[in-house]
């Protein structure tokens, strides 16, 4: 027999079929079909597995620079909305134990310690980590902010976090039209994991809303159509094909002026983050379209989120 692949992990295999005493029969083909069959199922396991530590390895050193860090605390709706929550809200962190999940420079970890809190677990797979805890330092709250680099829900991380130990989980997981970002799962994961009975989780809702948008020069405009047919005199139309391709796994943020929309907009989707477990999800909406003799088309819908800290029924902060 040739070997056909080299490092066959099939002929490596072989041993196992090829019986030690010779009046055993033999292995039959179809044992072997299903040993390759297994054997092609692990590597492309193990190659999966690879791209998805790769991705995660990018996700995480996407956050080990100063600027993001920058751009998401000088973004004041979001920082003023946990600080003024937090702060206004002191006597619900005092002597507790919180987690902060995703703490990048720890920002939040800092306004529950300063607010009264026990003990904050800061947790962030990203190197900032190690930067947060050199601030956590650098402030003198040391001795309440323990900060774990890692995944919230890896093993290290829960050799650190007794199960059920926490009051409340404060994080700041919100992406692109709220879950493009995907950590959302992993706040649930911690969730699950760490928070005691009737603990809290903040923000503890969202809700999702949809809006239609009609203007066409508005449109083209942002897929470029406009730009790529003119380059230096040359038309390159074919990149506006390209730069919609990846359309349906990728999304667009854009400024949404209020001239362009053809209609108010309307809630599909209310999480409460404290309840929610399943992420997949049809939503239905209906939009009322305005009265305009006008309107031939509609050529886009634009997502927007609204996020609640709601510790009581009367008070709510969005962002
Ligand atoms: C949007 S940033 C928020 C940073 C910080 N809390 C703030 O408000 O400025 C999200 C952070 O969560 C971290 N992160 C995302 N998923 C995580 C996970 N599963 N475990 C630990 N950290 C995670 C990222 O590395 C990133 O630093």
Redesign the pocket.
């Known amino acids: 027999m040739q070997p056909v692949l080299e490092d066959d992990a099939l002929l490596f295999n072989l041993g196992d079929f090829i019986p030690d005493d010779p009046t055993e029969k033999p292995a039959e083909y179809s044992d072997l079909e299903k040993l390759r069959l297994d054997l092609e199922d692990v590597d492309i396991n193990a190659q999966a597995n690879d791209q998805a530590l790769a991705g995660d390895r990018r996700?995480?050193d996407?956050?080990?620079a100063a600027g993001?860090?920058r751009e998401?605390?000088e973004d004041r709706v979001?920082?003023q909305s946990?600080r003024e929550f937090i702060e206004s809200f002191a006597d619900l962190f005092k002597d507790k134990t919180v987690l902060?999940?995703?703490?990048?420079?720890?920002?939040?970890?800092l306004f529950c310690a300063r607010a009264g809190a026990k003990k904050v677990y800061a947790?962030?797979?990203?190197p900032?980590?190690v930067t947060a805890e050199k601030i956590i330092a650098l402030n003198n709250y040391s001795g309440t902010v323990e900060v774990i680099q890692?995944?919230?829900?890896?093993d290290s991380?829960r050799k650190r976090i007794d199960v059920s130990s926490v009051d409340i989980i404060?994080?700041?997981?919100?992406?692109y039209g709220l879950l493009f970002?995907?950590?959302l799962?992993?706040?649930i994961?911690?969730r699950d994991l760490y928070l005691k009975p009737g603990g809290r989780v903040f923000p503890n809702y969202c809700t999702l809303r949809i809006a239609p948008i009609a203007n066409r020069d508005w449109a083209a405009e942002q897929r470029g159509e406009k730009f790529w047919t003119d380059v230096e005199g040359f038309n390159f139309s074919p990149m506006v094909q390209l730069a919609s391709a990846n359309h349906d796994t990728e999304i667009a943020v854009l400024d949404v002026p209020q001239e362009v929309l053809a209609g108010q907009s309307s809630t599909f989707k209310v999480l409460d983050i404290e309840k929610v477990t399943d992420l997949e999800f049809v939503g239905n909406f209906e939009l009322k379209i305005a009265d305009c003799p006008t309107l031939d088309s509609l050529d886009a819908f634009v997502i927007h989120f609204d996020t609640f800290f709601t510790a009581s029924t009367e008070v709510c902060y969005t962002t």
């Open positions: 996700y995480f996407s956050y080990k993001i860090h998401m605390i979001r920082t946990y902060d999940v995703g703490c990048g420079t720890g920002i939040l970890s947790v962030d797979a990203s900032i980590a890692g995944r919230v829900e890896e991380t404060i994080s700041e997981w919100m992406g970002e995907g950590m799962d992993s706040v994961k911690a």
